[in-house]
């Protein structure tokens, strides 16, 4: 049932993107009152898209485009990874309010560039990672902050499972820039998080492993952390072709006076078919990560508050991400600060 | 005809453990513990001093006696006096079963290990694990191909900080990189025949005000160019549920296969006593029972028991190289520290 709020004028969205992500931003959408997505912009099949969906919103191959027809007042970024800085740009040059889909960008220099624009913009500017609005990432934060665990010395990340239908390989056999699919598409959500949770990361050592080709192939990374605080940290990632095996989020964060253990694999609501058709299983916590992220985003677009995770936050995590990667090539740690590309 | 089992030294909080293990054991005489005091403080004497179950005297008997009453002994002093027990036991002529880790020092983990064989006693390092029902189903299923070819290994062995000799550098050679890497490296070695090449390490003393290293993340490199992981960390509160835990996972083109010790626990709460609180307790084969039982074994079939001493000493030279790297700050070679003697 939707309904605005009073006093609380409709903000028209415009999407760019039309893959997973951008699906799962568009059903959030449907469910806030106050916001209504008329366009979608996408090189693959944007009408096919809103039809899918079942929204009223046009459809453009040309993202500006659909900036120039429809002037909204917030723009949804969230196309593959290396598209997201220029389309943040195209957005954030118009005065858009914009929230982008983490990570940020590829690559530094898009990083920076992004962060730069926007901060001269002015404009409200999010960058997305629903671990920063999970039930179960939030609250353990909130136990660290009370110093029920105490000072942390050692925190563990671990986001393993299936590939997502879509990904872009990153096995051996494929393209060098997809070749950082899993820092870039898995481990740098925890990275963020992490971050969120413990501070800066001082210096990264990570080991990659990759195989197969195309949707066949399967890809792990470990990265180990040292944190400016002096914590380390393990952040493991995967994409397996092990389908039976569900993906397992899970984290912990050991300090000197407690610990805090999520197990993301075990699932407190379960829903079986008498037939033996699929399972479903999971812990719902209320409303979607997604969807609290989304709302608290045009929460600040409305007060203009400073969204949980900023442009500083973003480029942050592409800097752990990058270091992480060169420690892959070179085989020694690398210091974040000293990340180039 | 029973087999004499004695320990050396009681130093060690596994020692209460295997005493009560020897006694229960069909075939085995426990005939007493020995310790001479040399090591230090922490002996366990009171708990496994006292009147045998078979009316022999397993009160404290003099080094030299034990010897003459023991086909084969159990050592579990510190760390730091491994070496004197192992030697006095091979030049006994009595096998020898020693608590890990070997060594901290691989020429020395070398030295026990030919001092052992040159005396042809049979000799074995404490490495339960290999008789963890979750660790042989783990290397069935490698073995049967059910991952593949191996990609990547991952693996944690968290626990609580033990305390006493433990933590300290004279007497355990370091804090927990020495404890608690080579029980998973171990498994990893035997489980898929390969060595560990290399090794980075994060290691540092942030939970318990220790002169030694409590957090301990290992990233290694096996010679295949297979990368492992190993969390060894000391990070479960003295609160914790259990003492601690075992994971392995092995990724591999085919499949994963893991394992996790806590996920065979039943959680038991006790609203009162001395351990007033929940607890896990572990169901299942108990793996130290299955360490004796072959170690005894082996002796009497004068075979390898299933961890050699031997085959213990590339996991010192493992953890020699995790102090390396720390030190340097970057990944060392295992080949660097053995320098060719192994």
């Keep these: 049932m939707r309904g605005a709020r009073v006093g609380v004028v409709m903000v028209t969205i415009a999407l760019v993107g039309s893959g997973r992500i951008a699906e799962e931003h568009a059903l959030a959408y449907a469910d806030v009152a106050d916001a209504d997505v008329v366009g979608v912009a996408s090189t693959d099949d944007p009408g096919g898209f809103a039809e899918r969906l079942g929204l009223d919103a046009a459809a453009f191959e040309d993202e500006t485009a659909m900036l120039d027809a429809l002037d909204p007042a917030v723009v949804d970024v969230c196309p593959p990874v290396d598209r997201r800085a220029a389309s943040v740009e195209r957005a954030v040059e118009r005065g858009c309010d914009v929230f982008c889909e983490g990570p940020l960008a590829r690559t530094l220099a898009d990083a920076e560039r992004v962060r730069d624009g926007v901060a001269d913009a002015g404009v409200t500017f999010a960058v997305g990672n629903a671990l920063r609005f999970a039930a179960p990432y939030v609250r353990a934060r909130e136990l660290v902050e009370a110093g029920e665990v105490g000072t942390p010395g050692v925190a563990r990340a671990t986001r393993v499972g299936p590939r997502p239908a879509g990904t872009r390989s990153g096995g051996d056999d494929d393209d060098a820039a997809a070749a950082d699919g899993v820092l870039f598409e898995r481990c740098v959500h925890d990275f963020d998080y992490l971050r969120w949770v413990l501070g800066d990361v001082a210096r990264v050592h990570a080991r990659r492993a990759a195989w197969g080709t195309g949707g066949e192939g399967g890809e792990r990374v470990a990265a180990t952390l040292r944190f400016v605080g002096g914590a380390v940290g393990h952040v493991e990632g995967s994409w397996e072709r092990s389908s039976s095996r569900p993906l397992d989020a899970s984290f912990e964060v050991a300090g000197d006076d407690g610990l805090v253990e999520y197990d993301g694999a075990t699932a407190a609501f379960g829903r079986y078919a008498a037939d033996g058709g699929d399972a479903s299983t999971g812990t719902p916590t209320g409303a979607s990560p997604r969807r609290r992220e989304l709302d608290a985003f045009l929460g600040c677009v409305a007060d203009g508050g400073t969204p949980r995770a900023t442009a500083d936050d973003g480029v942050a995590a592409v800097r752990v991400a990058l270091a992480a990667a060169e420690s892959v090539e070179c085989g020694g740690p690398v210091r974040v600060a000293e990340v180039e590309a | ?342």
């Design chain 2, 1 to 342: 005809m029973s087999l004499r089992v004695g320990v050396c030294s009681t130093e060690h909080v596994h020692a209460a453990t295997y005493v009560e293990r020897l006694r229960d054991l069909d075939g085995v005489e426990f005939v007493g513990a020995t310790d001479d005091g040399a090591g230090g403080e922490g002996s366990n004497a009171a708990s496994v001093g006292g009147e045998g179950a078979t009316g022999v005297d397993a009160a404290f008997r003099a080094p030299e006696a034990l010897f003459e009453a023991a086909d084969a002994v159990v050592v579990c002093s510190d760390n730091a006096s491994h070496g004197r027990w192992v030697r006095a036991a091979a030049a006994a002529g009595v096998a020898v079963l020693c608590e890990k880790p070997l060594a901290t020092d691989v020429g020395e983990a070398a030295a026990l290990a030919a001092a052992c064989e040159d005396a042809g006693v049979v000799a074995g390092v404490c490495m339960p694990m290999r008789f963890s029902p979750l660790a042989l189903e783990l290397k069935a299923a490698y073995e049967s191909g059910d991952v593949g070819d191996l990609r990547f290994v991952t693996g944690t062995n968290r626990g609580r900080m033990p305390g006493g000799w433990f933590v300290d550098p004279e007497r355990a050679g370091g804090g927990a990189t020495t404890d608690h890497t080579v029980h998973v490296v171990d498994l990893v070695r035997w489980i898929t025949g390969r060595e560990v090449a290399e090794v980075y390490a994060e290691v540092d003393s942030r939970l318990h005000g220790i002169p030694v290293e409590d957090v301990s993340v290992l990233s290694m490199v096996l010679d295949d160019g297979t990368p492992f992981t190993l969390d060894g960390s000391w990070s479960r509160p003295d609160e914790w549920d259990t003492w601690g835990d075992v994971t392995l996972e092995l990724l591999g083109t085919d499949g994963v296969a893991r394992f996790d010790t806590t996920d065979a626990t039943l959680k038991l709460t006790r609203d009162g006593g001395d351990d007033a609180g929940v607890a896990s307790v572990a169901y299942g084969d108990d793996p130290d029972a299955g360490l004796l039982r072959d170690f005894v074994n082996a002796v009497e079939a004068e075979r390898d028991p299933r961890t050699t001493m031997r085959d213990a000493v590339p996991e010192v030279a493992v953890i020699e190289a995790a102090y390396a790297s720390a030190e340097r700050g970057e990944p060392v070679a295992v080949a660097d520290v053995t320098g060719g003697d192994e």
